[in-house]
Nanobody, 118 residues
């Protein structure tokens, strides 16, 4: 099982980035997929989530209206489009997969750095 993130980098405030996560080794279409982030000195927190069935989405209040999560079950990928970026969005962003069922298990990617700075 592997989650491989890409697309991070340095961007100016107000700019955009698109993160992608490629999944390998599990039934991607059955899993709820999420993006988390962790800034220095802070706990890791949920940014956005998309369900396996119906593709329902959920966002942290701090990113609503600016970030969009999407998934392509044919390509086993999940993406995070980030617009109107702010310095406080600077963090390591992690892809996360949660299995279906009562006794879920979880997978994490290695993380990709996003830095918003002028």
């Amino acid at each position: 099982v592997q989650l491989v993130e890409s697309g991070g980098g340095l961007v100016q405030p107000g700019g955009s980035l698109r993160l992608s996560c490629a999944a390998y080794g599990f039934t991607f279409s059955s899993y709820t997929m999420s993006w988390y982030r962790q800034a220095p000195g802070k706990e890791r927190g949920l940014v956005a989530q998309i369900t396996s069935v119906g593709g329902r989405t959920n966002y942290a209040d701090s990113v609503k209206g600016r970030f969009t999560i999407s998934r392509d079950n044919a390509k086993n990928t999940v993406s995070l489009q980030m617009n109107s970026l702010k310095p406080e969005d600077t963090a390591v962003y992690y892809c996360h997969a949660k299995s279906p069922g009562l006794h879920s298990y979880y997978y994490w990617g290695q993380g990709t750095q996003v830095t918003v700075s002028s």
